[in-house]
T-cell receptor, first 113, second 111 residues
């Protein structure tokens, strides 16, 4: 069964460092998302991406964040200068089209120290 | 006020019991999702529904659009059903239609 793949599963980084979280969505999917879940809290929307551009972003997704689909298969989330409060589980999700089910990756646990 | 509210927040039951988790939402939606999150953190989609009822094995999901309410039922519960169950809604007809999540219901089934 096709699945969304995220790497790494766990990343520890120093405050102020840049991190790139990687996702490989399901191959025929057109809509891509990043969500995050701070420990003990609910899952929050970060950004959606369609047709090679951001279609919506949340207040959390400030200038420190960027997304890219560099090669037609990978979908990356970059945090330019990490803060302690960026520590969370980051989930990538994809959908084939607007009316269909979303599939989630297993998540990347980011720990900023 | 949260757009998606789940109840209860925590639920402990004995193996074999019938389980009901409720979800109420305050916005117009195009679909509602029930998701399962295991202790390792990964999220698995259980159901996507926009009307009526869906069944998959021992799981049943219902939605009442007029009342803005959905329920997830588990029949003959088993310890392996222990997980966090999350309700999420998708709203809007335009754009990429992000999901808005409830806070989750932590279910523990004791043998």
């Amino acid at each position: 069964e096709p699945e969304v793949t995220q790497t790494p599963s766990h990343q520890v980084t120093q405050m102020g460092q840049e991190v790139i979280l990687r996702c490989v969505p399901i191959s025929n999917h057109l809509y891509f998302y990043w969500y995050r879940q701070i420990l003990g809290q609910k899952v929050e929307f970060l950004v959606s991406f369609y047709n090679n551009e951001i279609s919506e972003k949340s207040e959390i997704f400030d200038d420190q964040f960027s997304v890219e689909r560099p090669d037609g298969s990978n979908f990356t989330l970059k945090i330019r200068s990490t803060k302690l409060e960026d520590s969370a589980m980051y989930f990538c999700a994809s959908r084939r089209d607007r009316g269909t089910e979303a599939f989630f990756g297993q998540g990347t646990r980011l720990t900023v120290v | 006020k949260n757009e998606v509210e789940q109840s209860p927040q925590n639920l402990t039951a004995q193996e074999g019991e019938f389980i009901t988790i409720n979800c109420s939402y305050s916005v117009g939606i195009s679909a509602l999702h029930w998701l399962q999150q295991h202790p390792g953190g990964g999220i698995v989609s259980l159901f996507m529904l926009s009307s009526g009822k869906k069944k998959h094995g021992r799981l049943i999901a219902t939605i009442n659009i007029q009342e803005k309410h959905s329920s997830l039922h588990i029949t003959a519960s088993h310890p392996r059903d222990s997980a966090v169950y999350i309700c999420a809604v998708r709203s809007g007809l335009q754009g990429a239609q992000k999901l808005v999540f409830g806070q989750g219901t932590r279910l523990t089934i004791n043998p």
